[in-house]
């Protein structure tokens, strides 16, 4: 029993398969929790989609939000991803950071008022400090 229980424990969030070749789907990964959803289009400083940029957040639910769960989404050919199965009433809201090599962007999400978010962001390179004289 116990065995059986690890196992279930240590189950990866459920995604969905995206046929080999076909860079068009959406990544679609399921938290599994609420109704809730964040769809996303990543695109570069000129406006142009962003293949495989990485988007992460991690979530706390439950009593006392002692439940924990990181999700990773990449986008596809056009830029683009989902999150589903979001709760719909988090404690602090979900803050969601895309990233590729050195550009990144953040976003946050209260589903408390907007269940169904969408965004549209621009990756951008990080500012590189001036070395002090």
Known sequence: MAVGLVALLSL???AQTIAPGNSNSVAEIDAGIGACTADFT????NGSP?????????LTYGWMNLHKLDMEA?????GKARFIGLPEHPKEGLFFTASLDDRHVSAFDDPNKNCKAAFTLRLERSPTEVPKK
């Open 12 to 14: 990866p969030v459920a």
């Open 50 to 58: 962003i293949y495989n940029a990485k988007i992460r957040v991690h």
């Open 42 to 45: 990543i695109n570069d400083q």
């Open 74 to 78: 990449g986008t596809n050919s056009v």
